[in-house]
Each structure stands twice: as C-alpha cells, then as structure tokens.
C-alpha cells in the first residue's frame, strides 16, 4: 500500500488506475497503478465561505447537539458531502420515530442523481456518533429524488437549425434541474423546492431565434407511479424531503404558418 499528497485542489484527485509511473526502480517491480480513486483533494475555501465555517465552528464546538451542528458537523465528515437535511424524531419517509435523527445527505457528485456511497454513509455516521449524544440514534440515509419532466413547445423561423436548439433547450434543462449545479444562481435546489413553469420561461428566455409556445411540467417521485404537477406536489409533505433532478424531456419546434398573399 502506498500514500502520497498532492497540490492542485480538486485537480489532484486522481482516478482508479491513472497512476501508472514509477519515479524510482524497485526490485522485482516492474509496474504498479492504483486500483481505487484517490480522495481529499478540495479547493481553498473563499472569504464567504469562511465567514460561514468559521462561526459554526465556535457555537457547535465539535458536538452534534442541534440541528444546525449535525447539519455542519456532517459536511466536516467528507469534503464530498455537499447538501445535509437533518430530521429529529423522523425517518426518512417521514414517520414519526422518537429519538432517531435521520441524517440525508447528498454527495458532490456531477451524476443527474448524486447518490452516497456506503463509504461516504460510514464516514458520517462515524464521525456524527462520537459527536453526539448516547441517547441519540443516527440514521444516515440518501436524498429521494423526484424527477422533473418538461414538455416544451418552441416557434422558430429557421429550418436548418432544429436539430440544434433542441439539443441546446435539453442541454439547458437538464443543467438547470441538477441537485447541486442548478437552479437559478447555479448552486443547486433546497430539499423541497421545485421549479415552476415561470423558472423555465425565464431559463429559455436567452434563445434569441424562438419563442416560447408552451411549457408543461410534471414531477414524479422515485417511489411512485403517476405524476404530479408542481401545484399538487406542494400538498404532499413528502415533498419536503426530497429534491428535484432531470427527469425525460420533449422538446418540440415548430414553424409559423406562411400566408399566402
């Protein structure tokens, strides 16, 4: 087994058996590579993010008694936490369970559904429970998705350029919907919040050739059959959990009719 550090922030995490080098000749070695990722890379914290830490870091004092210290402490865990839900006296579906504490995270993962790993989970936990109190009992659990589905209809003039600005609209889309990279400020959603048509108009408002005709949204949840509309979503307290990812797309252009004179 061998360790090394590296610069570079992010840059230096290095995939599965990208390292092949050898720098210096070992007997009997003629090869060597590394069969896991490599992980702790992290860019240097800017002054916003610093005056966020740095206060939570005096109140909660590496004990996990609130809300808001587990939901600190857990993203101290791994630098690969990036978004934590924190339920007292609740499961993850929502059920009432006095003394769990379900702990939801969400891992800085570029995939459409960031998932944890067991690692990451195991990190977390461990470090939450010499943090916590004995009486505590700590559930960590992954975020439920709910996946948006978006049915557009565009006008467009251009002939030539179909092709194009429906891979242009679905590309926008599926960036706008991510977890942690989306939203409107592209720094992704709030467990809870979803997107309404407004959001989309204004997304694709940049596209100078078309216009937009209709929008139509649904959502539909990972355990669940039928979907929803955005409006019906919000009577559901399961909503509150959950977070917004790209679901499947319909991007439709069509052409004004040309009158004869």
């Known amino acids: 087994k061998a360790s090394y550090r590296t610069g570079g922030g992010v840059a230096g995490n290095m995939q599965a058996f990208s390292i092949t080098k050898?720098?210096?000749?070992?007997k009997?070695?003629?090869?060597?590579y590394n069969t896991i990722a490599s992980e702790g890379g992290a860019e240097t914290e800017s002054p916003e993010e610093m005056l966020e830490w740095a206060p939570a870091k005096f109140k909660h004092r590496g004990r996990a008694v609130t809300e808001e210290d587990i939901?600190?402490?857990?993203?101290e865990a791994s630098e690969k936490v990036a978004k934590v839900k924190v339920l007292s006296g609740l499961d993850e579906e929502g059920n009432s369970d006095p003394g769990l504490i379900t702990v939801v995270i969400v891992p800085d993962f570029p995939e459409p559904k960031p998932i944890p790993t067991d690692e990451?989970?195991?990190i977390v936990q461990a470090y939450l429970e010499e943090r916590a109190p004995n009486t505590a009992t700590l559930k960590i659990v992954g975020p439920v998705y709910h996946e948006v589905n978006v049915k557009v209809s565009l006008v467009s003039t251009d002939f030539e350029t179909v092709s194009e600005i429906e891979n242009r609209v679905k590309t926008k889309i599926e960036e706008f919907l991510h977890p942690l990279k989306g939203g409107k400020k592209g720094k992704g959603w709030d467990f809870g919040q979803f997107p309404s048509k407004l959001d989309f108009c204004s997304l694709l408002s940049y596209l100078n050739e078309v216009s937009v005709e209709n929008i139509d949204i649904t959502i539909k949840a990972e355990n669940e059959a039928s979907e929803k509309s955005p409006e019906a979503l919000e009577l559901h307290s399961s909503c509150e959990l959950a977070l917004?990812?790209?679901g499947e797309h319909n991007i439709n252009v069509i052409f004004p009719e040309v009158k004869e004179e």
């Open 71 to 75: 939901v600190y402490l857990a993203r």
């Open 120 to 122: 990451i989970k195991q």
């Open 244 to 246: 917004p990812c790209s």
């Open 28 to 32: 009997y070695v003629d090869s060597a």
């Open 22 to 26: 050898l720098y210096s000749n070992l």
